[in-house]
């Protein structure tokens, strides 16, 4: 296993374009959270889904952005007519236990640059 | 409305010296308390955590302390390396929203040799 994957790894859109990002957790792991980071700030959550079901948006997910984990596995993160406020890091992360004994793991993010 | 701040941006330290990160937080809820380290390019990994029944927890060179009366926890780093040169991030958690952390704004620590 080679940990959390993301891609791309960069991306850099015009503004008002729809813009995609894969995220392949931890086989094992059934925890699946998004995250963004911008310049000088930490990690920002997102969203979280349990197996395939998103149990957690925050409201920092506007209806531009949609996640979707259809089968349980993977993820997809899409940001719809994309604004230049929406550039910052994506992170996926994902675990297996429910509490924060143990962290998670985390992608090495998919870079967005809106021009 | 930030609920975990990290008020040192940076920090620089001789290697084989401590290395004392700090970390203040807002919300008396929060059970787990964590720390990661993220180098460039580089997602967060994971470093050590406390549960807030503990006040204390150690892994190797790093010590977590936690003082839940004041809200803050810190980061000791003994002795400090220059592979330990990264951003840390202290974050916490409230498990009963899903384990969602909440990441201070991070301390830059430079450890120089």
């Known amino acids: 296993d080679t940990g959390v994957s993301q891609d791309p790894r960069h991306k850099i859109t015009k503004r008002g374009q729809n813009v995609t990002f894969r995220c392949d957790p931890i086989?094992?792991?059934?925890?699946l959270y998004w995250y963004r980071q911008t310049l000088g700030q930490g990690p920002e959550f997102l969203t979280y889904?349990?197996?395939?079901?998103?149990?957690?948006k925050s409201r920092l997910l506007s209806d531009r952005f949609s996640a979707e984990r259809p089968k349980g596995s993977f993820s997809t993160l899409e940001i719809q007519r994309t604004e230049q406020g929406d550039s910052a890091m994506y992170l996926c992360?994902?675990?297996?236990?429910?509490?924060?004994?143990?962290?998670?793991?985390f992608g090495s993010g998919t870079r967005l640059t809106v021009v | 409305d930030q609920q975990v701040k990290q008020n040192s941006p940076s920090l620089s330290v001789q290697e084989g010296r401590i290395s004392i990160l700090n970390c203040d937080y807002t919300?008396?809820?929060?059970?787990?308390f964590l720390w990661y380290k993220k180098y460039p390019a580089e997602g967060p990994t994971f470093l050590i955590s406390?549960?807030?029944?503990?006040d204390k927890n150690e892994d190797g060179r790093f010590t977590v302390f936690l003082n839940k009366s004041a809200k803050h926890l810190s980061l000791h780093i003994v002795p400090s390396q220059p592979g330990d040169s990264a951003v840390y991030f202290c974050?916490?958690?409230?498990?009963?929203?899903?384990?969602?952390?909440?990441f201070g704004t991070g301390t830059s620590l430079t450890v120089i040799p």
């Open positions: 889904f349990q197996n395939e079901a998103q149990l957690e």
């Open positions: 086989s094992e792991h059934n925890r």
């Open positions: 406390i549960s807030s029944i503990k």
């Open positions: 919300n008396s809820m929060f059970d787990y």
């Open positions: 992360a994902s675990s297996s236990r429910g509490d924060g004994h143990y962290g998670y793991t």
């Open positions: 974050a916490a958690s409230l498990t009963n929203t899903g384990n969602q952390f909440y």
